[in-house]
């Protein structure tokens, strides 16, 4: 079973950033597969950085249309974003030195993270983004 699926309940009603969103569950769902495969330590680790990347250039998108758009919550939102960033850049150098990471600490925190964040974080900056055309 996927970790987590994508439906119109995540959409933000912007077409762009909803296909990013189902991108980053795509890896996510990736991560927990080859996890539940026991793929190699290598392996794991390409994806968490490919996790990693992909989210920055998603983060990206979203704070650049922040500053274009003048959005007022942009401070705590880029935040939260960052929070994402520390937890899996942790979890990467954690794995990298050895020490132990509990692999449902990983797919925890990706399955609560961008279901709260999506859901609660980035559905308030819909309006903004609609009234300004984006679609
Ligand atoms: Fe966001």
Same mark, same amino acid.
Not at 14 to 40: C, M, P, R, W
Not at 46 to 72: C, K, M, P, S, V
Not at 111 to 129: P, R
């Given at each position: 079973?996927?970790? &987590?699926?994508?439906?119109? %309940?995540? %959409? ?6 909803? $296909? *990013? ?7 996510? =769902?990736? +991560? *927990? #597969? @080859?996890? #539940?495969? !026991? /793929? %190699? ?8 950085? !490919?996790?990693?990347?992909? @989210? @920055? &250039? ?17 401070? @705590?939102?880029?935040?939260?974003? /960052? ?5 899996? %850049?942790?979890? &990467?150098?954690?794995?990298?030195? $050895?020490?132990?990471? $509990?692999?449902?600490?990983? #797919?925890?925190?990706? /399955?609560?993270?961008?279901? !709260?964040?999506?859901? !609660? #974080?980035?559905?308030? +900056?819909?309006?903004?983004?609609? /009234? =300004? $055309?984006?679609?």
């Amino acid at each position: 079973m996927p970790l &987590i699926v994508w439906d119109e %309940s995540y %959409s933000v009603n912007v077409h762009l950033i909803d $296909g *990013q969103h189902k991108k980053l569950f795509d890896l996510a =769902n990736e +991560y *927990q #597969t @080859a996890l #539940t495969n !026991g /793929k %190699s330590h290598d392996a794991l680790k390409q994806l968490l950085d !490919g996790l990693l990347n992909y @989210a @920055a &250039i998603h983060f990206g998108t979203e704070e650049r249309y922040f500053t274009q758009f003048g959005y007022d919550d942009m401070e @705590a939102h880029k935040r939260e974003h /960052k929070i994402f960033n520390a937890k899996v %850049s942790d979890i &990467i150098k954690k794995r990298k030195i $050895g020490e132990e990471v $509990g692999q449902n600490e990983v #797919t925890k925190f990706l /399955k609560i993270w961008l279901e !709260g964040h999506i859901k !609660g #974080t980035d559905h308030k +900056y819909i309006e903004l983004f609609n /009234k =300004n $055309g984006l679609r």
